[in-house]
């Protein structure tokens, strides 16, 4: 009998191998089917996701070889294999930065309303008449960071070679130039942030994200790269990520209440690994707005941003002061003040203090908005809101404000607010914090 058992061991092993493996080939194919059903979150859970997500584990798809063996043809066409929305997306897929099926389409806005905005406005090009003028213009490449996407139709920015202030090269923008895709980078229980340690164990970019302790850490703000970082070819990082925290809910249109992102503190310098001199003196940009931490609200600004209401209404209180359109720098890294800052149930709408500053995102969006230079809300035009709608080729509104756009896509544009939010004959929300009008 222990002859017969020995004898069959080899054998049964090999058969245990095979159940093994088929059982872990079963498991990824599920987690990822689960992922790409809608489930991005617990796929990178803060670090790095399942190898087969992103790479072929086997031979190179269709006979082309790629970087890394990328399932994309390039890293920004990878990560849109899941980070596009398909057909009928409806805002509950919050992870979603690109909208799908919206290229040269009159009319139809892109769907996507996360704070960093949708590459799909990339895709849209508007001409109009304007007033004195032959023809005006908004090229799609004009709303902000082009990254390069082969498979999906992005591509280069055309008219600029290298980031304004900086030295990146446009031809190599892509979603891994701002994000780390293996999410190295990770802020320890003191607050630290580094590229290696203590392991990684969820994403801390939420509001109901968990802390870390003693023996691991949390992803930074939306897996960002930081110090020593390459970026591209030649340009390495010089700052970590900010402090920031998002609340859960994000993707989401603000018609009743704003999607409030907690910016703690380092934005702008984020920025400068790839914008370094942009507000440097000196540079031929001295004229460029204040930002980061040099750009502290003053005493006026703080108390014209808490009673700006709209044009003409100064009667705010610094209680309900927030909007999402001109968010502001808490001037805190606090993750427990952060957390229970950030919101979309318009539980804490309180505006800006003297420790508050401005930064890039003040007024511009990470990824791409409907208005140039990423923009939060159209700059190149006298009035946003006009006779009480926003101003559409559809609704009357002069071409020289309608600028192309219908009142639909200039409504998904300003994220779903209500124009009766704003003044019958709303100016620009430079005005939240100046006031001038």
């Given at each position: ?11 049964r092993?090999?058969?245990?191998r ?17 992922y ?35 399932l994309?043809?390039?890293a ?7 980070h ?27 769907r ?11 895709k ?5 008449s304007?007033?004195?003028r ?5 090229q ?68 109901d994200?968990?802390d ?41 249109e ?27 003196a ?6 460029q ?19 700006y ?38 539980s804490n ?16 969006r ?7 230079s ?10 946003i ?9 559809d609704?009357g ?18 994220y ?18 100046h006031?001038k009008?």
């Amino acid at each position: 009998m222990l002859t017969t058992c020995l004898k069959r061991t080899p054998a049964r092993m090999f058969a245990i191998r095979l159940v093994v493996i088929a059982s872990i080939l079963l498991w990824v194919n599920n987690s990822h089917a689960a992922y790409l059903a809608g489930n991005a979150k617990p796929f990178h859970n803060g670090g790095t996701g399942e190898c087969n997500g992103c790479h072929s584990t086997g031979a190179v798809e269709s006979g082309v070889p790629r970087r890394g063996n990328l399932l994309g043809s390039d890293a920004s066409s990878t990560c849109l294999r899941c980070h596009q929305s398909t057909e009928g997306f409806q805002h509950d897929e919050p992870y979603q930065v690109a909208t799908s099926g919206i290229t040269l389409v009159e009319g139809i806005a892109p769907r996507n309303l996360t704070p960093g905005g949708d590459f799909g406005w990339l895709k849209k090009n508007y001409r109009w008449s304007g007033e004195g003028r032959d023809k005006e213009a908004s090229q799609g490449e004009r709303h902000g960071h082009n990254i390069v996407a082969a498979d999906y139709g992005y591509s280069a920015d055309t008219r600029l070679s290298i980031a304004p202030g900086g030295n990146f090269p446009s031809n190599s923008l892509s979603c891994i130039s701002c994000h780390d895709p293996h999410g190295n980078y990770r802020r320890s229980v003191d607050g630290t942030i580094s590229n290696a340690g203590k392991p990684i164990i969820a994403s801390g970019s939420y509001n109901d994200s968990p802390d870390p302790d003693g023996l691991s850490t949390v992803s930074v703000y939306r897996m960002l790269a930081g110090k020593g970082y390459q970026g591209a070819p030649g340009v390495e990082f010089t700052a970590d990520p900010p402090a920031a925290v998002a609340p859960s809910a994000y993707n989401r249109e603000e018609s009743s209440t704003d999607t409030r992102v907690a910016y703690g503190s380092g934005v702008s310098e984020w920025c400068s690994n790839c914008h370094g001199s942009i507000h440097d003196a000196g540079t031929g940009r001295a004229t460029q707005h204040p930002s980061g931490k040099q750009g502290k609200l003053s005493a006026e600004v703080t108390y014209n941003y808490n009673a700006y209401i709209s044009s003409g209404n100064l009667n705010g209180s610094s209680a309900t002061a927030y909007n999402s359109l001109a968010p502001f720098e808490m001037g805190t890294d606090e993750y427990s003040v952060l957390k229970a800052t950030a919101n979309s149930n318009g539980s804490n709408k309180s505006g800006a203090t003297m420790d508050s500053n401005v930064m890039c995102l003040s007024c511009h969006r990470a990824h791409a908005s409907g208005w140039d230079s990423s923009m939060r809300w159209n700059v190149n035009t006298t009035f946003i809101v006009y006779d009480g709608r926003y101003p559409g080729t559809d609704n009357g509104a002069p071409a020289a404000i309608a600028q192309g756009r219908t009142s639909a896509e200039v409504k998904m544009a300003m994220y779903g607010k209500k124009a009766s939010d704003f003044a019958v004959y709303q100016r620009s929300l430079c005005n939240k914090c100046h006031a001038k009008d």
